[in-house]
């Protein structure tokens, strides 16, 4: 390296980079290794070097100072100082220490310690795999549409088959707004999650397990509107006429459906025989769920009002005769066990692996489970921060606290 | 007899012992240094009591009843057996079934007539004629499963605990079945189904089909199954899967051949159920749905000890949950699938009950 006085300016930025301190390559991109090493302190106390420097210049000058006893040392070549005896100067390969002219320890460049790296995050976000939920959940609302409206063609006639005796429907008559005042809080329970997950960190991960669960549920209830059908339980109901074979129609009902999104407040829920089990149910449960498990547990009135329009809502169901009792037991009986199951195998790390102990592992959706959630170790933290960056404000500076701050 | 001889010498050579050491005032045997008795007065409480015996004889051991107990860590048995738990759960078993029976009495009465509500639209069924005999083979399939079942049972060595889950289990489900019999009533599946007359009211009448029905376990072969409108879900695929389920279990994994045959019997009388147009699809799809996911819940919560423990447990959110630790407080680790005779070998008696190891024990009992 020859002495910094015949440096041109070029080495001199290629130095100032080096060493880490970027901001001085503007103002001193006329500077050659002359003038940098007669730079003062006063120089830094005006302009233009007042305002790039933030500490008056004073690591700077301490780095041009290390710079000056590293060439003094060097032009003195003081094999002493370097601690090891030095056997001659046709050199000794096999020598311990490469003369360098430095006192022992020195070397002209920064010498790395190997910092062990931060480690992986433990809740890496893989939006890949929400994507992925999102299509497998779409895919099942969808097929659930279309199961629904091959299942119309074949609910028996109201007049044929009278509704089946229900012991809710014995007791309570049926009342005639309830069915809107379910949806009504459902609607709110949804709105009510999806600002919460908007508040969350780890949006990724929530939303790959809501949308794989509620992709799971409404593909088993595919399964079990399809193999059975059950009538109508009220003759109040408007069930549009068949179709019988018309395909056009059919997907333009199909359409019509996922537009409204299955409630009946938006005038798409006219098809008959989706009975077995409730969908309504499944949201409302789900949501609240959902809602309890990735907020504060010191929200407890929060919980309480959501539980309360889940309650309501789900009661609202049979009030309105819109549904049989079974069909909204069975819905809360599936919807809570899965959610139990999944998050329980979520949560502990013993249960992502396939063993003999392992009897969650036996469930027909757990290799997809493990895709999702391998990466995933330990419980998900409620954390929450703003959906938007919040940078556009003068008050953010960054301050450099150290010097090997690169 | 020698021994007090024994004690005796033992004791005088004791005694001699000590006379001797008293006598030599043994410091070096000691091992420490003996500085002047004062100044070991003063550090008495940091350096160990001078005794003038050599180390780790102690003066007080003279009489030997006062042996040093070491006390060894006392293998805390595991699995205990603790029958009476067992019985609880025979008893919860019982109770749920015979309030299946009174549930299925009185569904029976609410089930419309053929005539005014006929068969729901079943997938399977329009795909699948009826065939007459089916039904007969899955509930021997169901019979030769539970016979296999018990005999695997008695030979179990943790006979207590597996019995205990399986009461357990089965309960919970006729549980769960009563209570979606009883809110919605399917009409019947098939115009073929005899259905007795309705009682209204008659409770001497009732209550004698409540026993013919728990007296012949519900089976249509034993002329048992005469009531309608327990469709919800189907008590027979529960028992088929239930049993397959267990006899998988608790038995060793190499016997693929045993498991193999207990599979198809279960599946083949799942099938026949649908065959024999008995049940509505639905209704065993969900039966086996429960019963499955009951089953591995349980086992899961039992066998993995780390979950008992655990804040994030959200299995133990369930409304057995109380029951379950209960009953499987106790159990600290998976039942090992170790078989015994179910009665002990007559030649055990004859052998006596403990061996003499040690000296120790010997001079302490005399």
């Not at chain 1, 009538?231 to 549009?240: L, W």
């Not at chain 1, 309360?308 to 819905?331: E, K, M, N, P, Q």
């Not at chain 2, 007090?4 to 006379?19: A, G, N, Y």
């Not at chain 2, 038995?251 to 026949?272: I, N």
Request: net charge positive; aromatic share 14%.
């Amino acid at each position: 390296m020859k002495k910094v006085v015949y440096w041109s300016s070029e080495e001199v930025s290629n130095w100032l980079a080096e060493e880490g301190m970027p901001e001085y390559t503007d103002s001193f991109q006329r500077l050659n290794g002359e003038d940098l090493l007669q730079l003062t302190e006063a120089d830094f106390k005006k302009p233009p070097l007042s305002l790039v420097s933030s500490d008056n210049g004073q690591q700077l000058l301490n780095k041009i100072e290390t710079l000056n006893i590293e060439h003094h040392i060097e032009a003195h070549k003081n094999g002493h100082a370097n601690g090891h005896l030095i056997k001659g100067n046709d050199g000794d390969v096999g020598s311990k220490a490469k003369r360098n002219g430095m006192p022992n320890g020195f070397r002209n460049e920064m010498v790395q310690i190997h910092m062990p790296m931060p480690e992986k995050s433990h809740f890496p976000m893989e939006w890949g795999k929400t994507a992925l939920a999102f299509i497998y959940a779409l895919f099942c609302f969808v097929f659930t549409t279309v199961m629904i409206s091959v299942v119309h063609e074949r609910v028996p006639p109201k007049e044929e088959t009278p509704p089946l005796p229900d012991k809710f429907f014995d007791i309570f008559d049926r009342v005639e707004w309830a069915f809107s005042i379910c949806e009504i809080n459902g609607m709110i329970l949804v709105a009510l999650w999806l600002i919460q997950w908007t508040l969350l960190k780890y949006k990724s991960i929530v939303g790959r397990r809501f949308f794989f669960i509620v992709g799971t549920l409404y593909l088993y209830r595919c399964i079990t509107m399809y193999i059975t059908t059950l009538p109508v339980p009220g003759v109040h109901f408007k069930c549009s006429p068949k179709l019988l074979g018309d395909w056009e129609a059919q997907m333009r009902r199909i359409i019509k459906m996922i537009a409204g999104g299955g409630l009946s407040i938006t005038g798409s829920h006219t098809m008959c025989g989706d009975y077995l089990y409730s969908g309504h149910t499944v949201i409302l449960t789900l949501t609240y769920l959902f809602i309890k498990e990735y907020s504060p547990r010191r929200f407890w009135w929060y919980h309480w009002i959501c539980r309360f329009l889940s309650v309501v809502g789900i009661f609202c169901i049979l009030l309105a005769h819109d549904h049989y009792t079974v069909d909204v037991v069975v819905a809360y009986y599936i919807t809570t066990r899965l959610f139990w199951w999944y998050h329980t195998m979520a949560n502990q790390q013993i249960l992502k692996e396939a063993t003999n102990t392992n009897f969650f592992s036996r469930v027909w959706w757990y290799s997809a489970f493990q895709y999702l959630e391998q990466n995933v170790s330990g419980i998900v933290p409620r954390n929450y921060q703003l959906p938007f960056p919040w940078r556009a404000t003068p008050f953010s500076r960054n301050v450099k606290y150290t010097r090997l701050d690169t | 007899m020698a021994s007090p001889q024994l004690l005796r010498e033992v004791d005088s050579v004791d005694t001699q012992l000590d006379v001797h050491m008293e006598e030599d005032v043994g410091d070096l045997s000691n091992g420490f240094q003996r500085s002047s008795p004062s100044v070991n007065d003063e550090g008495s409480q940091s350096q160990p009591k001078q005794s003038n015996l050599p180390n780790g004889l102690r003066k007080s051991g003279r009489k030997h009843q006062d042996y040093i107990k070491i006390s060894v860590p006392e293998p805390k048995n595991r699995l205990p057996l603790e029958w009476w738990k067992t019985g609880i759960a025979f008893i919860y078993a019982l109770f749920n079934l015979v309030l299946t029976t009174v549930m299925i009495t009185v569904v029976h009465e609410r089930v419309p007539a053929k005539e005014t509500s006929p068969p729901l639209p079943d997938k399977f069924f329009d795909y699948v004629g009826r065939v007459e005999w089916a039904f007969s083979i899955s509930e021997i399939n169901g019979m030769i499963l539970v016979g296999l079942w018990c005999c695997q049972w008695l030979f179990l060595r943790y006979k207590s605990i597996a019995a205990r889950r399986f009461f357990f289990i089965m309960g919970t489900l006729y549980l769960y079945r009563c209570m979606t019999m009883y809110v919605t009533t399917l009409p019947v599946p098939g115009m073929h189904m005899k259905c007795a007359p309705k009682l209204h009211g008659d409770s001497q009448a009732k209550l004698q089909r409540i026993l013919r029905l728990i007296s012949g376990g519900g089976l249509s072969i034993t002329g048992s199954h005469i009531l309608c409108g327990d469709f919800l879900y189907s008590g027979h695929t529960v028992m088929l899967t239930l049993t397959y389920l267990f006899i998988k279990e608790y038995s060793p994994r190499r016997f693929w051949w045993y498991h193999l045959l207990c599979w198809l019997l279960s599946a083949v009388g799942v099938v026949c159920i649908l065959v024999g147009h008995e049940h509505y699809t639905v209704d065993v799809v969900i039966a086996y749905y429960i019963t499955t996911r009951l089953f591995w819940w349980y086992h899961t919560m039992a066998n993995v000890q780390t979950l008992r423990s655990s804040p994030q447990n959200y299995l133990s959110r369930s409304w057995w949950n109380p029951v379950f630790c209960f009953f499987e407080k106790n159990v600290q680790t998976q039942v090992p699938c170790s078989f015994s005779w179910p009665i002990a070998w007559p030649p055990s008696c004859f052998k006596s009950s403990c061996k003499n190891y040690s000296m120790v024990q010997s001079a302490r009992r005399q």
